[in-house]
């Protein structure tokens, strides 16, 4: 089962316009959420995160949201850049013991100049 | 600060064949973990350790196993390699300690295999 989903494979945005990528997570014992940026060749590159006790978490451009009734977070990018052309994983942990990070499948973004 | 380190960046192995992927951290970090990444699936976990000599299974273990001697290595063997294996694998840490409760993943750069 996919705990942590992200269901847009992809997403094209125009330069300096904002991005707005999704995630959905089943898992209610996740307490910490994390966006990850991954360029071809290279390991994820951490973004930023949001506890669960927050609903809103901003670090220069990019700004997560997290939904706890609706068990959803997203995150913006204003305002976008071509550089920011890469795949965006979100992940999830649990607060079960067992330290485990989940990660969605990604959402490629391409910005457009 | 070489961060994560993994080795090899490229492998090819004959089915059957056996290897160990290679990881390193020069952080402190207590917990490690290994991902695999295939296209489109995204991350999944394969194990983690929260310490030296604790090891636990994560969402896809099978045909893998792994050891952590010392705080800083975190080994991933593979035994009798399957074309199911090839994909890209990718090694992590965290600190994980109490007063960094909400620590994030810093990982390496990956350890591309492919069997054939």
């Known amino acids: 089962d996919q705990q942590v989903k992200q269901n847009s494979p992809s997403l094209s945005v125009q330069e300096g316009r904002i991005s707005i990528l999704n995630c959905d997570y089943t898992n209610s014992m996740f307490d910490y959420f994390l966006w990850y940026k991954k360029y071809p060749a290279e390991g994820p590159t951490f973004l930023i995160s949001?506890?669960?006790?927050?609903d809103k978490n901003e670090d220069g451009r990019f700004t997560v949201f997290l939904n706890k009734s609706a068990k959803h977070l997203s995150l913006h990018i204003v305002p976008s850049q071509p550089g920011d052309s890469a795949v965006y994983f979100c992940?999830?942990?649990?607060?079960?013991?067992?330290?485990?990070?989940?990660f969605g499948t990604g959402t490629r973004l391409k910005v457009l100049a | 600060n070489a961060g994560v380190t993994q080795t090899p960046k490229f492998r090819i192995l004959k089915i059957g064949q056996s290897m160990t992927l290679q990881c390193t951290q020069d952080m402190n970090h207590n917990y490690m973990y290994w991902y695999r990444q295939d296209p489109g699936m995204g991350l999944k976990l394969i194990y983690y350790s929260v310490g030296a000599g604790i090891t636990d299974k994560g969402e896809v273990p099978n045909g893998y196993n792994v050891s952590r001697s010392t705080t800083e290595d975190f080994p991933l063997r593979l035994e009798l390699a399957a074309p199911s294996q090839t994909s890209v694998y990718f090694c992590?840490?965290?600190?994980?300690?109490?007063?960094?409760?909400?620590?994030?993943?810093?990982f390496g750069n990956g350890t591309r295999l492919t069997v054939t």
């Open positions: 992590a840490s965290t600190l994980g300690q109490a007063s960094s409760y909400n620590s994030p993943l810093h």
């Open positions: 949001i506890s669960s006790i927050k």
């Open positions: 992940a999830a942990r649990s607060t079960s013991g067992t330290y485990k990070y989940i």
